[in-house]
């Protein structure tokens, strides 16, 4: 299995702009997460998708944050408008979730956003 | 709540010198997951162990090896004759066995020295 990919893995983008990041989770995997990790917070659950519904969006730090998952293999994550605090660097992960078990995340290589 | 706390924030040994990285958590959960990723300069986040609350049983892998301690609520990971390639960041976290949600300590930078 190739594993969580995410495209793109640089973006460079100028305030205002919209950004979109995209993950492709393990074929077969129930459940999809976005992380955003920077120096000050470290990593931070934004949102999770389970059976590509999005069941806890608590960590969205605001509306300008979305993220859709329109089916089993495919997840976006969209910044619009962008902002020089968006900077950080954003991670997918996927995972096989059932009742009673909780498997291992798996993570793609992550998209470094920089916003100037 | 849950909780982790690691409280290295970073830690320099010199190659092939033994290095411990603690790691605290906090549940009232019975039923529980532990697990240790390391994330090195490259960036990505890589799977190491995961341990259920039920087995207590130390772990060794190679030069790694973890202790899990339900009396002190730890989980500490050790490398033994450590390599400048075990240079990188490494991150502890917690799971329910209810809610999808992992709970990540802050993470502890770990140089290795040649």
């Known amino acids: 299995d190739a594993g969580v990919i995410q495209s793109p893995r640089h973006e460079v983008t100028e305030m205002g702009q919209e950004v979109t990041l995209r993950c492709k989770p393990i074929?077969?995997?129930?459940?999809l997460f976005w992380y955003r990790q920077t120096m000050m917070r470290g990593l931070e659950l934004l949102i999770y998708f389970n059976n590509n519904v999005p069941i806890d969006d608590s960590g969205m730090p605001e509306d300008r944050f979305s993220a859709k998952m329109p089916n089993a293999s495919f997840s976006t994550l969209k910044i619009q408008p962008s902002e020089p605090r968006d900077s950080a660097v954003y991670f997918c992960a996927s995972s096989w979730v059932t009742s009673g078990r909780r498997d291992i995340q798996y993570f793609g290589a992550g998209t470094r956003l920089s916003v100037l | 709540a849950q909780k982790v706390t690691q409280a290295q924030t970073e830690i320099s040994v010199v190659e092939k010198e033994d290095v411990t990285l603690d790691c605290v958590y906090e549940t009232r959960d019975t039923t529980y997951y532990l697990f240790w990723y390391k994330q090195p300069p490259s960036g990505e986040l890589v799977f190491l162990i995961r341990?259920?609350?039920?087995?207590?049983q130390n772990e060794i892998s190679g030069r790694y090896s973890w202790n899990f301690q339900k009396s002190t609520s730890s989980f500490n990971f050790t490398i033994t004759a450590s390599q400048v390639v075990d240079s990188a960041v490494y991150f502890c976290a917690l799971s329910m066995n209810t809610g999808n949600q992992f709970y990540f300590g802050t993470g502890t930078s770990l140089t290795v020295i040649p």
């Open positions: 341990r259920n609350s039920f087995d207590e």
């Open positions: 074929s077969g995997h129930n459940s």
